[in-house]
């Protein structure tokens, strides 16, 4: 079991003396905050990548007392390819408690939690995640997911009107968990679609306010759902199983007050839009390309300006989703 005071913030420094077969078989692939990675940090990780907004993609070891985020000294050694390879196996082997939790009476949200400090890690490969948990991947409209810490994550299959309950539940959840800790990681949820994660929180550094905004196509996604839901043509009635009460619903989460000091409306029930035009294809994202292993990635972590850590655009109070 790994210690929870085990440092999140990467340290290079002093390590790397292990071989080519220890790193391989102790190597995970790892979401960091991008924030951690001051500049020091990251000119001996050019192998990092960036994943999503505030996330980046890096391999740690997993050593009998601490984690230990890899340089790019270690990765030579064991071999990209390879490495890649055993950072997968690896990262897909870590035991976590799953649970199911229902929001607004009817959105289900799936909890994997544990001790482990790659729990949240597996939303680089969140449908391999999913199917290992509930022995089903992910549809073809992906899957809403928060990683808030290190140690849990939690997401919502895309497949009826429901996702807009879930949406705001999971950025509500998310905001809490994140501040609470341990290990913060993002405040932010993420679009896992075929491979990549699509940041939905806009974040406004002047007010401290957080909205979402869905890309184009994940708008028109939602829309149809919820349109077809309306007139009774999906079928829904799974989500009336019995669900047990998760961590996720237990985790504590800002005082009203706090939390309406920092928020604003996240996300409107839509009204029922005309139908959706055709909607442009989402631009690839840094984790599709990060997600394969050994593969070349997106920009290294310390090219400048898309790893440095930059101040959010203002954004709308909340996102509309009328045509």
Same mark, same amino acid.
């Given at each position: 079991?790994?210690? &929870?005071?085990?440092? /999140?913030?990467?340290?290079?420094?002093?390590?790397?003396?292990?071989?080519? !077969?220890?790193?391989?078989?102790?190597?995970?692939?790892?979401?960091?905050?991008? #924030?951690?990675?001051?500049?020091?940090?990251?000119?001996?990780?050019? =192998? #990092?990548?960036?994943?999503? /907004?505030?996330?980046?993609?890096? =391999?740690?070891? /997993?050593?009998?007392?601490?984690?230990?985020?890899?340089?790019?000294?270690?990765?030579?050694?064991?071999?990209?390819?390879?490495?890649?390879?055993?950072? $997968?196996?690896?990262?897909?082997?870590?035991?976590? !408690?799953?649970?199911?939790?229902?929001?607004?009476?009817?959105?289900?949200?799936?909890?994997? $939690?544990? &001790?482990?400090?790659?729990? #949240?890690?597996?939303?680089?490969?969140?449908?391999?995640?999913?199917?290992?948990?509930?022995?089903?991947?992910?549809? !073809?409209?992906?899957?809403?997911?928060?990683?808030?810490?290190?140690?849990?994550?939690? =997401?919502?299959?895309?497949?009826?009107?429901?996702?807009?309950?879930?949406?705001?539940?999971?950025?509500? $959840?998310?905001?809490?968990?994140?501040?609470?800790?341990?290990?913060?990681?993002?405040?932010?949820? =993420?679009?896992?679609?075929?491979?990549?994660?699509?940041?939905?929180?806009?974040?406004?550094? &002047?007010?401290?306010?957080?909205?979402?905004?869905?890309?184009?196509?994940?708008?028109?996604?939602?829309?149809?759902?919820?349109?077809? /839901?309306?007139?009774?043509?999906?079928?829904?009635?799974?989500?009336?199983?019995?669900?047990?009460?998760?961590?996720?619903?237990?985790?504590?989460?800002?005082?009203?007050?706090?939390?309406?000091?920092?928020?604003?409306?996240?996300?409107?029930?839509?009204?029922?839009?005309?139908?959706?035009?055709?909607?442009?294809?989402?631009?690839?994202?840094?984790?599709?390309?990060?997600?394969?292993?050994?593969?070349?990635?997106?920009?290294?972590?310390?090219?400048?300006?898309?790893?440095?850590?930059?101040?959010?655009?203002?954004?709308?109070?909340?996102?509309?989703?009328?045509?």
């Amino acid at each position: 079991m790994i210690r &929870d005071n085990t440092p /999140d913030t990467p340290d290079t420094r002093g390590h790397g003396g292990e071989s080519a !077969e220890e790193l391989l078989r102790g190597t995970h692939a790892r979401l960091l905050p991008l #924030a951690s990675l001051t500049p020091d940090i990251a000119d001996g990780m050019r =192998y #990092a990548r960036l994943a999503a /907004d505030g996330l980046v993609f890096a =391999y740690a070891l /997993d050593g009998p007392t601490s984690v230990r985020i890899l340089t790019d000294a270690d990765v030579e050694r064991a071999g990209l390819e390879a490495l890649g390879r055993a950072a $997968y196996a690896n990262l897909m082997r870590v035991p976590v !408690e799953h649970e199911e939790v229902t929001v607004a009476g009817r959105a289900r949200l799936h909890s994997l $939690y544990g &001790d482990s400090h790659f729990v #949240a890690s597996k939303a680089l490969f969140l449908s391999e995640a999913a199917r290992q948990v509930t022995g089903t991947a992910l549809p !073809e409209g992906g899957a809403l997911v928060v990683v808030p810490t290190r140690h849990l994550l939690a =997401y919502h299959p895309i497949t009826d009107g429901s996702v807009v309950d879930a949406l705001n539940g999971l950025a509500s $959840y998310a905001l809490g968990a994140h501040e609470d800790g341990p290990g913060a990681l993002s405040p932010r949820v =993420y679009w896992w679609h075929q491979g990549g994660l699509t940041s939905l929180t806009v974040i406004d550094e &002047d007010t401290r306010t957080f909205s979402l905004r869905p890309p184009p196509r994940l708008l028109g996604l939602m829309k149809g759902l919820v349109r077809l /839901d309306r007139a009774g043509r999906i079928d829904t009635a799974a989500a009336a199983v019995s669900i047990r009460r998760s961590p996720l619903s237990r985790t504590p989460s800002p005082s009203r007050s706090a939390a309406s000091r920092r928020t604003r409306t996240l996300w409107p029930m839509p009204s029922p839009p005309p139908s959706p035009s055709r909607t442009p294809t989402a631009p690839p994202t840094p984790a599709s390309r990060a997600s394969t292993p050994g593969t070349r990635g997106p920009p290294p972590c310390n090219s400048a300006p898309r790893c440095s850590p930059a101040r959010p655009r203002r954004s709308a109070t909340s996102a509309k989703t009328s045509s």
